[in-house]
């Protein structure tokens, strides 16, 4: 049976907020999050912050952490970053070192094998292609 009683959603702009970007207003996030995506390390930050401002065939975020080093085996999406503050050194795993920093944009691929430095205080802009699942699952 057909439910007409229910308006269609309208579907509406999301404002990505200047005071996440700023940093201001990032919840906890919980490093468990990243168990099942290959992240491992010794330096991981043991909290940091978060924003998510949409998931759905992309994810954008705010990411927020303290120093840390992060080993990544076989990012499973391709991910979008711009560094709103602090370094980013990747290094792959034939020994490739990349450097990034504020103001700084780049494109990880999925697939990336390596180490993810933040030595400093970081934040970052994410923009991830959520359907990795599906991707990944083939």
Known sequence: MNDSSKAPSIITPIAVEQSYLDGKGLTTGDPAEFEEEGISGDEQPSTF??????????????????????????????????????RLILTTDDGDEFEFKQGDSLVVPKGFTGFWHMPEKYRELIIINADYHEDHSQ
Do not use: C
């Not at 924003?51 to 499973?76: Q, W």
């Open 49 to 86: 912050g978060l924003h998510n401002f949409h998931t759905g065939k992309i994810m954008v975020s705010v990411y927020e952490s303290e120093p840390a080093k992060v080993r990544i085996d076989g990012s499973l999406y391709d991910e979008f970053v711009q560094i709103l503050e602090g």
